[in-house]
């Protein structure tokens, strides 16, 4: 679905309202495990673990977190497995995409291999969100009905995984928030909406294949 904006640039509906529901869903629950996670193993913030509060708000924040994949079965079972197929594909294009990250990293794209939806780096982002949060969540559930079950060996290698993960995510995320703000897409998880040029430059075989998909469904 392609618009114009207030000054007559096309925009491109790149995440629908279901997408960013679940994207706030996930970034909000992780936000607080991070924070009340921080606050059970990291001196300087053992205030706020101070009466349990932040251990019964890391619980829920983790049920939030679990149920992100079954949310987004719910709400976009189409988008749930586009991501999930598109974080684990790649291409030539893909390949040569790394081979010049170094020109994305400083915010140049216009010399930049062709792109699909997902770029290369959002590839390797994305599939390696999936993994972690799969290692913390299972970690997590052995430390929460598990744990008086464990030898204190097992104990301390389950937590550790548990931390090292997390630790993996928020590196993870860092790494988000740089390129959103290098290229200056906080407003698509707002609207929905990418500017139609900055497409073509960054992910032109996604923007010909939405062009294919309109020029048939208007044919048809």
Do not use: C
């Not at 790149?14 to 009340?36: E, W």
């Not at 993960?165 to 200056?184: I, N, P, Q, R």
């Amino acid at each position: 679905m392609t618009v114009s904006d207030t000054n007559g640039d096309q925009q491109i509906l790149r995440y629908r309202t279901r997408q960013r529901v679940v994207h706030a869903v996930m970034a909000s629950s992780f936000l607080i495990l991070l924070v009340t996670g921080l606050a059970l193993v990291w001196g300087p913030l053992a205030f706020l673990a101070a009466g349990g509060w932040s251990r019964y708000l890391h619980r829920i924040a983790a049920v939030a977190f679990m149920s992100v994949p079954f949310l987004y079965l719910i709400l976009d079972r189409a988008g749930a497995k586009e991501v999930l197929v598109d974080s684990f594909k790649y291409d030539r294009d893909d390949v040569a995409w790394f081979r010049h990250m170094y020109r994305y990293v400083l915010g140049r794209t216009a010399e930049m291999p062709p792109q699909g939806r997902l770029n290369a780096g959002q590839k390797l982002h994305h599939s390696a969100v999936i993994v972690f949060s799969a290692v913390i969540v299972v970690t997590g559930l052995i430390l929460w009905w598990l744990k008086s079950g464990l030898t204190p060996t097992q104990l301390a290698w389950t937590a550790m995984i548990h931390d090292l993960s997390m630790v993996a995510l928020t590196l993870l995320l860092v790494g988000h928030v740089f390129f959103t703000y290098v290229y200056t897409a906080w407003s698509s998880m707002a609207t929905g909406y990418v500017s139609k040029d900055d497409m073509e430059m960054e992910h032109s075989k996604w923007v010909e294949e939405l062009e294919h998909d309109g020029a048939e469904g208007s044919s048809s």
